[in-house]
C-alpha cells in the first residue's frame, strides 16, 4: 500500500515537471514556430523520418575538427529530380523542428506549384541536435546565430552534392521568429547559397531593453477596448497596495492561486519581480498568439484578447486585480497547472541544469544564453506609469544572466553582445535582396522587424490584426483579406525570385 502510494507520487511529479512550462521572455513552450494544423485538403505524410547530417561542431576553428549529428527532415513528395526544382528550406529555431511544417503550413502550396524539395533543418542546441555532451556554460560557445547559419551553409552546399542538383539551383529560405531572423541573415551572409528568403516575425535589432513589447501588447489591448487597457493597469497597481498589509497579501494568494504564500517572498524582490512578470506574461501569451491557425489544445487556442478583455471589462468578477486573477485562472488550466509558481530560485535552479534530459525547461536555458550573449530581447516593465509597472527593469533581466551563466555575464558584457550582433547584421540598415519582411500589427516582435518596405528588393508586408508568425500557418476560414491578400503577395514574390 504504502509502495503504491509512492509509486503514484512519483508518476505524478513527473507529470507536473513535464507540464510547468510557462511563456517567458516572448517565447512559447517549445518555440516560436508553432506546429500547423495538417492540410485539409491533402493527405499528411504523418511518418516523416528523423535524418542526421554530420555536422562540424566549431565552423570558424579550422583546426578543430569535431563533428556532431544534426537532425533534419525531407519531403520530396512534389520534387522532380528531371527538371531540378527548387529547395524550399525550413529553418530550425529555439525548440524542436516540428515534423507537422513537412507536409503542412501555407508553403506547401508554393512547393507544389513549383516542384520544390522540402527540407527543415533542426537548430543546433534545440530539439534533438545536441552537439556537446551536456548544456554546460563552457559547451554553449558554439550556440551562436554565426555557427547556426554555418550550419545552414554547409547543409545547403552537401545536399547540393547529395541530391546532385543543378549548379543553378536555387534555395529559398523560410522563417518565423528567430529562425526568421536567420533566413534574412543567410540571405545576406550567404547570398550564393540561398537566392531569397521569406523572414517572417522576424526580429533584425538585437536590443537589451525591449520595452517595447510590452507596449504592443498595451496596443493590442487597447484595440478591444481602452477600458480594458485600463483594467490591466488599475489591477497590476491593486496588487501594489495589496502587497502592503498582512490582509491584502493574503488576499493576493487567493487571487493568484499561488504556490508558495507571498509573505515568505516579502524580503526576495527578485520573486516580486518574477511574479509581476508572470502577471504580464499572461497577456504577452495570449496577445502573441491570437488566432494563430496552430495546432495547440483547444482550451489554448481559445484564450484570445477577446475573452481576456470581456473578463477584464467585467465588473460582476469584482475589482480589476480579480478580473486579472481570472485570466491567471483560465491561463494554469490550459497549463495544467495547479498553482502560480513565482520563485525566483526555482526558477533559476531549473535553467541552470545542464542535461538535455531536462525537458522541464524545453529549450529555455539554451534561448536564455542567446539572449545573455547575442540579442537581448529582454521584455522589460520599468516604468509606474507603463501598464505593468516598474517591477521588471533591464536589471531584474541581467541578474538572470549573471545567476545562470556566472558573473561575467553582466550588463557591460550584454551591451557589447547586442552591440556586436547588430555590427555583424546590420540591424534596421542590413541591405539583401530577395527578402520579404511579413509581421502583424498585433504581434510584440513586429517593434524588431521591418516593417516598411525601405527597399523594393527587400519589401516589407504588415498586416492588420494579426499575430506571431500567423502568414505561416496554413490558411484558415477566419482569416482576414489583409491576411489572406498577405499570403498571396509572398508567393508572387517566391514566384518572381524563382523566374529571376
Ligand atoms: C494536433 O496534433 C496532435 C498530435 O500532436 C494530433 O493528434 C491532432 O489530431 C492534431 N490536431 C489538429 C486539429 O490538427
Ligand atoms: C541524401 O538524401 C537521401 C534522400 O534522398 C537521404 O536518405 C540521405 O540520408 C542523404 N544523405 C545525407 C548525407 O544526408
Ligand atoms: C473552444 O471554442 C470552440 C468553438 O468556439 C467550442 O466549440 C469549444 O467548446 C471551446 N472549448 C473550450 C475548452 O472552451
Ligand atoms: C460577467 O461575469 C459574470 C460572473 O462570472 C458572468 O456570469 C457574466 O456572464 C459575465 N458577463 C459578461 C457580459 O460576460
Ligand atoms: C536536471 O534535470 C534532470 C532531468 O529532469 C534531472 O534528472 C536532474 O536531477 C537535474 N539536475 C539537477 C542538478 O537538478
Ligand atoms: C514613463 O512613461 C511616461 C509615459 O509614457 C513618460 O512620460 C515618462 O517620461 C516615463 N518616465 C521615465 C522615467 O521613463
Known amino acids: 500500500m504504502k509502495l503504491l502510494v509512492l509509486l503514484m507520487t512519483a508518476s505524478f511529479v513527473l507529470v507536473e515537471v513535464n507540464l510547468s512550462e510557462i511563456f517567458r521572455n516572448g517565447r512559447t513552450l517549445g518555440g516560436n514556430v508553432g506546429v500547423p494544423k495538417p492540410d485539409k485538403h491533402r493527405e499528411n505524410v504523418a511518418d516523416v523520418p528523423d535524418e542526421w547530417f554530420t555536422q562540424k561542431l566549431d565552423h570558424f576553428n579550422p583546426t578543430d575538427e569535431r563533428t556532431w549529428q544534426q537532425r533534419y527532415l525531407f519531403n520530396d513528395q512534389y520534387f522532380d529530380p528531371n527538371t531540378g526544382g527548387p529547395v524550399f528550406l525550413m529553418i530550425g529555431g529555439e525548440g524542436e523542428a516540428p515534423v507537422e511544417w513537412m507536409t503542412g503550413g501555407n508553403w506547401i502550396d508554393d512547393a507544389e506549384k513549383h516542384g520544390a524539395l522540402l527540407l527543415q533543418l533542426e537548430h543546433r542546441y534545440y530539439g534533438k541536435s545536441h552537439p556537446t555532451e551536456d548544456m554546460s556554460t563552457e559547451n554553449l560557445k558554439y550556440l551562436t546565430s554565426q555557427q547556426a547559419l554555418a550550419d545552414l551553409a554547409t547543409f545547403i552546399t552537401a545536399m547540393n552534392k547529395n541530391y546532385s542538383l543543378p549548379s543553378d539551383v536555387k534555395w529559398i529560405a523560410f522563417g518565423g521568429s528567430y529562425p526568421g531572423s536567420l533566413a534574412a541573415w543567410l540571405r545576406f551572409k550567404y547570398p550564393h547559397l540561398v537566392h531569397g528568403a521569406v523572414s517572417s516575425s522576424s526580429p533584425l535589432l538585437a536590443k537589451v531593453d525591449f520595452s517595447n513589447y510590452f507596449k504592443v501588447v498595451r496596443e493590442s489591448l487597447a484595440a478591444y477596448s481602452d477600458d480594458c487597457v485600463a483594467s490591466v493597469q488599475q489591477g497590476v497597481r491593486e496588487i501594489g497596495t495589496l502587497l502592503k498589509d498582512e490582509v491584502g497579501r493574503k488576499n493576493l494568494n487567493k487571487i493568484f492561486n499561488l504556490c508558495t504564500p507571498i509573505q515568505e517572498s516579502l524580503e526576495k524582490p527578485l520573486d516580486i519581480s518574477n511574479f509581476y512578470e508572470m502577471i504580464a506574461d499572461n497577456f504577452g501569451e495570449v496577445v502573441q498568439e491570437n488566432g494563430a491557425n496552430r495546432n495547440s489544445s483547444q482550451a489554448n487556442a481559445n484564450i484570445t484578447i477577446d475573452v481576456v478583455c470581456e473578463i477584464l471589462v467585467n465588473q460582476t468578477i469584482g475589482s480589476p486585480v480579480n478580473r486579472l486573477g481570472k485570466v491567471n485562472d483560465l491561463l494554469l488550466v490550459t497549463r495544467d497547472e495547479?498553482?502560480?509558481?513565482?520563485?525566483?530560485?526555482?526558477?533559476?535552479?531549473?535553467?541552470?541544469?545542464?542535461?538535455w534530459d531536462n525537458e522541464e525547461d524545453e529549450g529555455d536555458r539554451q534561448w536564455m544564453y542567446q539572449l545573455c550573449t547575442e540579442f537581448g530581447f529582454f521584455t522589460t516593465s520599468s516604468n509606474e506609469s507603463h501598464i505593468f509597472g516598474d517591477k521588471f527593469p533591464t536589471s531584474f533581466?541581467?541578474?538572470?544572466?549573471?545567476?545562470?551563466?556566472?558573473?561575467?555575464?553582466?550588463?557591460?558584457?550584454?551591451?557589447?553582445?547586442?552591440?556586436?550582433?547588430?555590427?555583424?547584421?546590420?540591424?534596421?540598415?542590413?541591405?539583401?535582396?530577395?527578402?520579404?519582411?511579413?509581421?502583424?500589427?498585433?504581434?510584440?516582435?513586429?517593434?524588431?522587424?521591418?516593417?516598411?518596405?525601405?527597399?523594393?528588393?527587400?519589401?516589407?508586408?504588415?498586416?492588420?490584426?494579426?499575430?506571431?508568425?500567423?502568414?505561416?500557418?496554413?490558411?484558415?476560414?477566419?482569416?482576414?483579406?489583409?491576411?489572406?491578400?498577405?499570403?498571396?503577395?509572398?508567393?508572387?514574390?517566391?514566384?518572381?525570385?524563382?523566374?529571376?
Not at 495547479?338 to 542535461?355: A, F, G, H, P, T
Not at 557591460?412 to 552591440?419: L, P, Q, R, S, Y
Request: charged share 25%; hydrophobic share 35%; net charge negative.
Open 338 to 355: 495547479k498553482c502560480m509558481d513565482y520563485q525566483y530560485e526555482k526558477m533559476i535552479d531549473s535553467l541552470r541544469n545542464v542535461s
Open 397 to 500: 533581466f541581467i541578474q538572470q544572466c549573471k545567476d545562470i551563466f556566472g558573473d561575467s555575464y553582466d550588463e557591460d558584457f550584454i551591451d557589447g553582445a547586442v552591440d556586436h550582433t547588430n555590427m555583424l547584421y546590420g540591424g534596421f540598415d542590413i541591405e539583401v535582396s530577395n527578402v520579404v519582411y511579413v509581421y502583424g500589427s498585433i504581434d510584440p516582435w513586429h517593434a524588431l522587424g521591418i516593417t516598411k518596405t525601405l527597399d523594393k528588393k527587400a519589401p516589407a508586408i504588415y498586416i492588420e490584426g494579426t499575430a506571431h508568425c500567423v502568414d505561416l500557418y496554413s490558411p484558415a476560414d477566419t482569416d482576414s483579406a489583409q491576411l489572406t491578400a498577405a499570403r498571396q503577395k509572398v508567393s508572387q514574390l517566391i514566384e518572381s525570385w524563382l523566374k529571376l
